[in-house]
């Protein structure tokens, strides 16, 4: 079991940045692969970013490379998702999550309730 708190999100204006950071409880973090998703009313969720349970590999949704990155600290059982450049569309809701599969299309295990990121102009 893993359970996930995500934490930092807030108001921001239009090209600020936010570091969201997802602690999780249980002695088998570092086994997990964690990625960060969000969403926005009438939309579905969309995926943004994941790291390997080593913290070594990372891959991104085209929407956010290059302005988000994703990290993790196993000693402390910590992720985050340092977030640069935001854009009004970037407003939704995060979430961190944690599967043991990297790549592929087996859902994603454990979720956190999520934190409101509010991009204005």
């Known amino acids: 079991q893993v359970q996930l708190v995500e934490s930092g999100g807030g108001l921001v204006q239009a090209g600020g940045s936010l570091r969201l950071s997802c602690a999780a409880s249980?002695?088998?973090?570092?086994?997990?692969?964690m990625g960060w998703f969000r969403r926005t009313p009438g939309k579905e969720r969309e995926f943004l970013a994941a790291?390997?349970?080593?913290?070594?590999?990372?891959y991104y949704a085209d929407s956010v490379e290059g302005r988000f990155t994703i990290s993790r600290d196993n000693a402390k059982n910590t992720v985050h998702l340092q977030m640069s450049s935001l854009k009004p569309e970037d407003t939704a809701v995060y979430y961190c999550?944690?599967?043991?599969?990297?790549?592929?299309?087996?859902?994603?295990?454990?979720w956190g309730q999520g934190t409101q990121v509010t991009v204005s102009l």
């Open positions: 999550a944690a599967r043991i599969q990297y790549t592929g299309s087996l859902p994603w295990d454990y």
């Open positions: 249980g002695r088998t973090f570092s086994s997990y692969t």
């Open positions: 790291t390997s349970w080593s913290g070594k590999s990372t």
